[in-house]
């Protein structure tokens, strides 16, 4: 892991970082329904799991763009935490226990070859399927991802006092109307990190992810 410090001539959102972070903590969110017919097609003829398909988009869409692996330093010489950022950054995501009616977090590492990351996670999710804690300890550079199966959703949002600078990414049920299958996504982020704009490309290109998945997905079995 490393991590690249931002500077004020470089990092063209430093007065609105120092704002939100500094003056006016507050988190930001966005949610939508993205369209995810074609992965969910592709996930169920060839036996993948669309759960780590769709882990895969967000993170693919997270590691992207800086705004999302946003963290602090201190230098010494700066009376403030300076802001930086992740070389990369993986899933901190969550294993349903039926029996409990709790979840235990895990991450997986992120890996860009799908292929490799589903067979991390398939391993990660059946060993956390095993423990009766809350949670693995996970390393700094990671996001919290979680889907929430049981019902469709227009919004959903975590009330803090400390705001993660890095992204809290949330998908629920699926809806079917005129043979295409939705999904709610939703990501919240502390404000000092990102805007609205950040957040609606974020959703844009996760949804066009899960298209572009899906032909690799297909092309992988034939």
Not at 8 to 31: G, K, M, V
């Amino acid at each position: 892991m490393e991590i690249t410090r931002l500077t004020r001539s470089t990092y063209p959102r430093w007065e609105h970082f120092r704002h939100f972070y500094d003056e006016c903590a507050c988190s930001i969110s966005l949610s939508d329904d993205i369209d995810v017919t074609d992965l969910r097609r592709a996930c169920h003829e060839t036996g993948v799991s669309f759960y780590i398909a769709i882990l895969w988009c967000v993170t693919k869409t997270v590691n992207a763009h800086a705004e999302f692996r946003m963290t602090v330093t201190e230098t010494g010489e700066d009376p403030f935490p300076v802001p930086a950022v992740f070389d990369e950054i993986s899933p901190a995501h969550n294993v349903f226990h039926e029996d409990s009616e709790t979840y235990t977090t895990l991450f997986t590492p992120w890996n860009p070859d799908f292929a490799v990351f589903a067979e991390n996670c398939a391993a990660d999710l059946e060993r956390a399927k095993r423990l009766n804690v809350m949670s693995i300890p996970c390393p700094e550079n990671t996001f919290e991802a979680s889907c929430v199966p049981w019902r469709h959703f227009t919004s959903v949002g975590v009330n803090s006092e400390a705001y993660p600078l890095t992204p809290i990414v949330a998908w629920g049920g699926f809806t079917e109307h005129d043979g295409r299958t939705k999904m709610p996504l939703s990501v919240q982020i502390h404000h000092a990190a990102a805007d609205g704009f950040h957040l609606a490309r974020f959703l844009n290109e996760t949804e066009t992810e899960t298209a572009r998945l899906a032909i690799e997905i297909i092309s992988d079995k034939d």
